[in-house]
């Protein structure tokens, strides 16, 4: 690519920013008994590294469940695991089972932050940089400037580097799956899109674009030829992606359940203190979660969310092109966002990943929602 030195200024001014940010403090911090994300985040390394996998999602003596239990899909578990094998070789301390609990030193603060900078180097940037330099109906100039704008979007910067999480993994293996179904490495942009989802389930959010644009180029290859043969491969390749991530999970019946559970947690209610979607807005006026029975809350929810998407997914599936998917993602995950079940804050990150993508079609529309879903 032309002028690889302005990407590479690029690049680097969107990782000076991102560390700028980790140098400050985090949510929780000094705060008892929870110390906020930056503390499950250790403990999960400290559950994963002293026990057994078979224990990782149950109540016990060891994993109070209470107090941060694993609620995310085993990728998240397993990278856990390996962050807590570089913790051990530095400092035993930091996971030490019971006794690490609320552990903060500076050493500690600067290995967490580096794990969050080694994700994104490895998953996230990578696949920005990629996707804007396959951007063939744009100048150059502009591809500089789409990734400049994607890397330095505030919201996910003060999420990961300043509250603490690891969004840019499951949202780097979504936007390698992006890239791998719009330009026909179907197969691969299917496996990282699996190991999106199990990273964080929340991804289901862009489940059903990937679906319908997939099945859509199945339907317009012939499913009675080629276009059949694609939708097995897919098939096949979805089911040893999962098969593999879940694996030590699928030896017991209730194992599997418990995860589910874990990952579903159905019983918080239709929503958490304050969040910006039409069921929290809405009881305002009228106090849902006390009139309607569990059960209709659910059903209500599951209703409204898969109504306001469908239409964009039958486009998609029947006219299936690199930008209507681009356009159903934002759609679809704007939907799940709006009227979904037990939705977090930070979900609006799954919006605005596909909101990054169609900067070029939309900027000033897309600009305005990148801003305003910072301050959400």
């Known amino acids: 690519m032309e002028k690889w030195y302005l990407m590479t200024a690029v690049v680097l001014i969107g990782l000076t920013v991102r560390w700028t940010v980790s140098l400050n403090s985090y949510s929780g911090a000094g705060k ?4 906020g994300d930056y503390e499950a985040q250790r403990h999960w390394q400290e559950i994963t590294f002293n026990l057994p996998i078979k224990q990782w999602y149950f109540n016990s003596s060891d994993n109070n469940l209470q107090y941060w239990g694993l609620d995310y899909p085993p990728l998240t578990a397993y990278h856990s695991l390996l962050c807590a094998y570089v913790a051990e070789f530095i400092n035993p301390d930091w996971i030490a089972l019971h006794t690490s609990r609320g552990y903060e030193s500076q050493a500690h603060k600067l290995f967490m932050r580096t794990t969050v900078l080694i994700a994104d180097l490895l998953i996230y940037i990578p696949a920005v940089v990629l996707y ?3 951007l063939k109906e744009i100048s150059i100039k502009k591809r500089i400037a789409k990734v400049l704008c994607i890397l330095l979007y505030p919201g996910l910067i003060l999420i990961d580097y300043g509250h603490f999480q690891y969004n840019s993994v499951s949202l780097g293996f979504a936007l390698w799956g992006v890239l791998g179904v719009c330009y026909d490495w179907d197969l691969l942009g299917s496996l990282a899109f ?3 989802i199990n990273y964080k389930q929340m991804e289901l959010y862009h489940s059903l674009p990937f679906f319908c644009f997939l099945l859509g180029k199945c339907f317009k290859k012939g499913l009675k030829g080629k ?3 694609l939708l097995i491969k897919l098939a096949c390749t979805v089911v040893a992606a999962f098969l593999l991530c879940w694996m030590p999970f699928f030896t017991e019946r209730e194992q ?7 990952l579903f947690p159905v019983d918080r209610g239709l929503f958490e203190d304050k969040v910006a979607n039409v069921w929290c807005s809405f009881s305002v006026f009228l106090k849902i ?14 209703c409204f ?3 306001s ?3 964009a997914c039958i486009k998609l599936t029947l006219h299936p092109s690199p930008k209507g998917f681009k356009f159903t993602l934002v759609s679809c995950a704007l939907s799940f966002f709006l009227f979904s079940f037990q939705v977090h804050e930070k979900s609006i990150l799954l919006v605005s990943l596909p909101v990054c993508l169609v900067l070029s079609e939309i900027p000033f529309m897309s600009t305005w929602f990148l801003l305003v879903s910072t301050f959400r």
């Open 32 to 35: 008892p008994p929870m110390f």
């Open 132 to 134: 804007c330099c396959c």
């Open 194 to 196: 699996c190991l999106a």
């Open 227 to 229: 276009g059949f043969v």
């Open 256 to 262: 599997t359940l418990q995860v589910l559970r874990r």
């Open 289 to 302: 979660k006390d009139i309607l029975p569990h059960h209709i809350q659910i059903i209500i929810s599951f």
């Open 305 to 307: 969310t898969f109504l």
């Open 309 to 311: 998407l469908l239409p």
